[in-house]
T-cell receptor, first 109, second 115 residues
């Protein structure tokens, strides 16, 4: 399973754009990149998934360069409620996910 | 769509008793479900992979006789913690794969406290 590396923590202020980068140097051809958000005492919530280039939905954008060895989750205009742990994972689906330590985002007023 | 539920959300039990946790995919069929455990301030750790109609596959170090998994239908998997001990106290989370890309969707988790 491809291993991912992401910053342990990040701080931001309300209204700012937050970009969290994840490295996955050993990503396989069939792997997709998926980001989850987790609040304390809750299960991870699916945010966005992509294979290459750029994907955007109502809550975030995902940027994936051509070599796919990294990806960046972009959260536009964060609010206090975006304070959470964000996990980057790569998988082909139907396989169990290997969670890293995630990035703990703290949004300040 | 892609909603996964868990029941109960919290449970407190006495040491030595058994506890059953249910995981349901509400709006899609899931041939594969996964069970994770998460201790405070730590990441999720996979316990086992549950396949509909067959035996579960357990991760190294997870006792299959202690953590019984049953996946009797395409929408339901159960985890039974048998003879629970205080060290089994944790946050148990299930997930189910669904959709075209088999994206995993997670349940809300079950907080288990063994006294």
């Amino acid at each position: 399973l491809a291993k991912t590396t992401q910053p342990i923590s990040m701080d931001s202020y309300e209204g700012q754009e937050v970009n969290i980068t994840c490295s996955h140097n050993n990503i396989a051809t069939n792997d997709y990149i998926t980001w989850y958000q987790q609040f304390p005492s809750q299960g991870p919530r699916f945010i966005i998934q992509g294979y290459k280039t750029k994907v955007t939905n109502e809550v975030a954008s995902l940027f994936i360069p051509a070599d796919r060895k990294s990806s960046t989750l972009s959260l536009p205009r964060v609010s206090l409620s975006d304070t959470a742990v964000y996990y980057c994972l790569v998988d082909t689906g139907r396989r169990a996910l290997t969670f890293g330590s995630g990035t703990r985002l703290q949004v300040q007023p | 769509g892609a909603v996964v539920s868990q029941h109960p959300s919290r449970v407190i039990c006495k040491s030595g008793t058994s506890v059953k946790i249910e995981c349901r995919s509400l709006d899609f069929q899931a041939t594969t479900m996964f069970w994770y455990r998460q201790f405070p301030k730590q990441s999720l750790m996979l316990m086992a992979t549950s396949n509909e109609g067959s035996k579960a596959t357990y991760e190294q170090g997870v006792e299959k006789d202690k953590f019984l998994i049953n996946h009797a239908s395409l929408t339901l998997s159960t985890l039974t913690v048998t003879s629970a001990h205080p060290e089994d106290s944790s946050f148990y989370i299930c997930s189910a794969s669904g959709g075209y890309q088999e994206t995993q969707y997670f349940g809300p988790g079950t907080r288990l406290l063994v006294l």
